[in-house]
């Protein structure tokens, strides 16, 4: 049973470009969640889903940021025009349930914006 | 949701026991506590959750005070590569959404 698969693991972008941050969660998992690490910081909480809804998107930037989480594939973190301050690294975690069980890390993606 | 205090930093020597803490003095009676680790570059890892009894697993024991206003990670026998920053969580649970607060953690150096 694989892991939970990020990618890519290194995104380097301009800003302006757009980020696209995939996260495939754990067979059977159908509950994911992005967080934010920057530099030296410890991890933040973005954004909750279940398939082809979200639950709670309380820690997501109002702009720019957004999160799918469809039927079929992986979830999607999308970044547009990013800016330097989106450098950090983005980690996805699946759960099989909602509550008070184990959260599963894939390694994270380190997106570097130049 | 409940705020966490750890140590910034513990040291420890090669297979001896380490006691990490944690207080939360503000849990609630619904909130379970959890440690995850994270090693460098990695994704934060699971260790360990309870609730109110103490929990042992294959990685580590988890001690709750009694008053559940603290708790205590054990690592029986440490190796180098238990060398991580250990986060003590107390999970907030609001209806269906689920999140783990990270705050700073412990960063645990094991001595050779």
Redo the contacts between chains.
Sequence with gaps: NAGVMQNPRHLVRRRGQEARLRCSPMKGHSHVYWYRQLPEEGLKFMVYLQKENIIDESGMPKERFSAEFPKEGPSILRIQQVVRGDSAAYFCASSPGPRNTEAFFGQGTRLTVV | DAKTTQPNSMESNEEEPVHLPCNHSTISGTD?IHWYRQLPS?????VI?GLTSNVNNRMASLAIAEDRKSSTLILHRATLRDAAVY?CIV?F??G??????????TQLTVLP
Aim: charged share 15%; proline share 5%; net charge negative.
């Design positions: 379970y990695q994704g934060p890892e699971y959750h986060y999970s649970d609001s269906s959404a689920r999140q783990l607060t990270f705050g700073s953690g």
